[in-house]
């Protein structure tokens, strides 16, 4: 097509019209994805006890990218009611990477943290990627996990997820891929908030 041609139409005209168009678009069919109106909850757990990637409620640590090149997602920062969120569209899978000096050591962390909110993922998945003692991929002493959820459409689904849930994460002191993946395949889009590990204390022992 080299050509869009339009028609207000045939009536006679008694004075000129001035018409503006906006937003001249194709796309497929179908509705329109709800979105979040409500921030995810506001974690309670003491900053000392946290290591936050992304949340408005810590300072976080440096994370090198929120979606690798070798992703299939679309990313875009946002907010919801007045809380910086991190939406994956049209979601396969995604990396997210914190390497080199920046790599995660939650070898004193109990808990990773997540919300999550979607209006159409059936299975939503969370793999830690450990690049172990050598600091670096596929050095042969790599560990990783996944994890499956099936999240409650179009509300926050707070996830305080036991480290020791990642059975095959046998190392954690060199942590460097975050991986989202969901289903369906490639339509999925995923609201995420609050994504943090944390060390459960004998005084620190409530909260999210």
Same mark, same amino acid.
């Given at each position: 097509n080299d050509q869009i041609i339009i028609f207000p139409d045939f009536q $006679? #005209? +008694?004075t000129d019209n001035v018409c503006y168009f906006d937003n001249i678009t194709f796309s497929a069919g179908g509705t329109t994805l709800a979105e979040p109106t409500t921030a995810a909850p506001t974690p309670t #757990?003491? $900053?000392? %006890?946290v290591i936050s990637l992304f949340s408005n409620a810590y300072t976080n640590v440096t994370v090198d990218t929120w979606r690798t090149g070798w992703s299939a997602a679309t990313l875009t920062d946002m907010q919801v009611a007045g809380n910086d969120v991190k939406k994956y569209s049209s979601l396969d899978f995604v990396g997210i990477e914190a390497v080199g000096p920046n790599m995660i050591n939650a070898s004193t962390m109990d808990r990773f943290n997540i919300d999550v909110w979607t209006p159409n993922a059936t299975t939503f998945? *969370?793999?830690l990627v450990d690049f172990g003692p050598n600091a670096a991929y596929g050095g042969g002493d @790599? =560990?990783?996990h996944e994890i499956a959820f099936n999240p +409650? $459409? %179009? $509300?926050w689904n707070v996830y305080n997820i036991p480290l020791t849930d990642f059975t095959n994460? +046998? +190392? =954690?002191?060199? /942590?460097a891929q975050i991986i989202f993946s969901a289903l369906p395949t490639g339509t999925a889009s995923v609201y995420i908030d609050n994504l943090s590990k944390k060390f /459960? !204390? =004998?005084i @620190? %022992? *409530? !909260? =999210?």
């Open positions: $006679a #005209r +008694t #757990r003491l $900053a000392a %006890n998945k *969370v793999k @790599d =560990k990783e +409650t $459409a %179009n $509300a994460l +046998t +190392t =954690k002191s060199h /942590i /459960i !204390g =004998k @620190d %022992n *409530v !909260g =999210k």
